[in-house]
């Protein structure tokens, strides 16, 4: 989703396509030589306000689990606003590396950061190291450039590493083998009370079920893991600030997120990290016990949406999109929180959109060669891969691949070639 920098507003660096038959310049590192099979988790602050950032460092964890990749540790899709990279103290070799988006970022377009300083909860993890490292954070900037942002050097075996461990209720559900070669999806309970933990494992396979029929997830079925994690709730429900309506839940989410009253986020991100950290996991999903329309979804971070509302299932996939794959929204009338969310000045990291700056490396292979650039939405280009005008929250200046899709409206029959491309390459980077 959104972010800023240290003075100015911020955003996206070309993406470079690349051949998953092998990766040129992103060299993979023996997972056993440097790293456990648990996890390690850092909890920061994010704080700051439209023109600033600063990062506090909070606590340091280690968790039981590493559910992600043994292979792809040095992930080759350069997506998201900030980066993390750790390197071997002893030989200065990095040995991980990945992406990730953050509610604060969003935050700082909005008009509440241009009148007060704010905080936020971030968590990073990645494998458990055996020897000590150095780990490096790194923001982008407005002109798509990462600056290095934070550094720390870690000490795996220090006695100040939490080791604690939740309890949490937990199923696998889809069982295709081991978390290192599979993707792993946990969903989390959220406004759901103990006695409505059957009613969650059903809205859960409801879910999971329609996710499988949809293109590419339907061919690619056999390459998930699904976990549910029973976290009970006290209440049923959830906030809704704009109606008054406030619920005692386990994460504490809340509808009217920067005053829009259809996204849905929880701030209490540490806690999503101590529910999910019970199962092995590559992507979180938090599902409300509630009837609203609505959700949200960021990069590396998690999706959350409502149970009951007949459009649950199209809103899940949507923000799934977000989450899971980086993809980034398409459409550009509905009304949004955000100021200037993108730099029309050069091309976004996100797969499916481009400001032409940087074309040639975004979707043109799947296009006909007789398609116009820019391609006017017509009638007679309705079921075609082209580039049309508007996307990305603006209707001018930024570009999307089809004429509908699932990132664009609930009406589209679903992902656009180019979103399934997107989602397969990231089902390989996690799953092989």
């Known amino acids: 989703m959104r972010h800023i920098s240290f003075t100015q507003i911020k955003w996206s660096l070309c993406f470079l396509m690349f051949s998953f038959a092998a990766y040129p310049g992103f060299a993979q590192v023996e997972y056993e030589q440097y790293f456990t099979d648990e996890t390690m988790r850092i909890d920061f602050i994010f704080a700051g306000n439209v023109e600033s950032e600063h990062i506090y460092l909070d606590e340091i964890k280690k968790e039981l689990f590493w559910g992600g990749t043994k292979t792809q540790l040095i992930n080759p899709l350069d997506y998201g606003e900030y980066k993390l990279e750790v390197f071997d103290l002893n030989s200065n070799e990095m040995i991980y590396k990945s992406g990730f988006c953050t509610l604060f970022e969003e935050w700082q377009t909005t008009n509440e950061a241009q009148k007060v300083n704010k905080g936020f909860q971030q968590t990073i993890i990645f494998p458990y190291p055996k020897q ?80 499988f029929s949809q293109p590419p997830y339907d061919k690619e079925a ?36 920067f005053d829009s009253d259809r996204y849905l986020t929880t701030d209490n ?73 993108f730099n029309l000045e050069i091309e976004p990291w996100q797969p499916n959109l481009t400001t032409l700056k940087a074309f040639d490396d975004k979707w043109k292979h799947l296009m006909d060669k007789d398609t116009p650039i820019p391609t006017p939405r017509k009638k007679e280009f309705n079921q075609t891969v082209g580039v049309y005008e508007g996307g990305g929250y603006v209707s001018e200046g930024m570009y999307s691949p089809f004429m509908d899709c699932r990132m664009k409206s609930n009406a589209a029959e679903g992902f656009c070639p180019v979103c399934q491309e997107a989602i397969k390459k990231m089902i390989r980077t996690k799953s092989e």
């Open 269 to 341: 991100f540490f806690k999503v990290c101590d529910v999910a950290s019970v199962v092995p996991y590559d992507d979180i999903c938090i599902v409300v016990n509630s009837k609203k329309y609505g959700g949200g979804g960021i990069y590396n971070h998690y999706a959350i949406f409502t149970a009951d509302h007949p459009l649950a299932e199209k809103v899940f996939i949507h923000e799934f999109g977000h989450s899971f794959a980086g993809l980034g929204d398409e459409y550009y009338t509905s009304s949004t929180s955000y100021n200037d969310f």
């Open 132 to 211: 000590m490292v150095r780990l490096k954070l790194y923001s982008r900037s407005w002109e798509g450039d990462f600056n290095e942002i934070f550094t720390m050097e870690i000490n795996p075996k220090d006695y100040f590493i939490n080791p604690e461990k939740h309890s949490y209720p937990f199923e696998k559900i889809v069982d295709n083998g081991t978390s290192d070669k599979k993707v792993d999806i946990a969903f989390l309970a959220e406004g759901y009370t103990n006695e409505e933990m059957d009613k969650f494992k059903k809205d859960v396979q409801r879910f999971v079920s329609y996710l």
């Open 222 to 257: 056999n390459n998930f893991n699904i976990w549910i994690v029973k976290s009970a709730s006290e209440e049923s429900g959830t906030d809704i600030p704009g109606k008054d309506i406030y619920k005692k839940t386990v994460m504490n989410s809340n509808f009217y997120t």
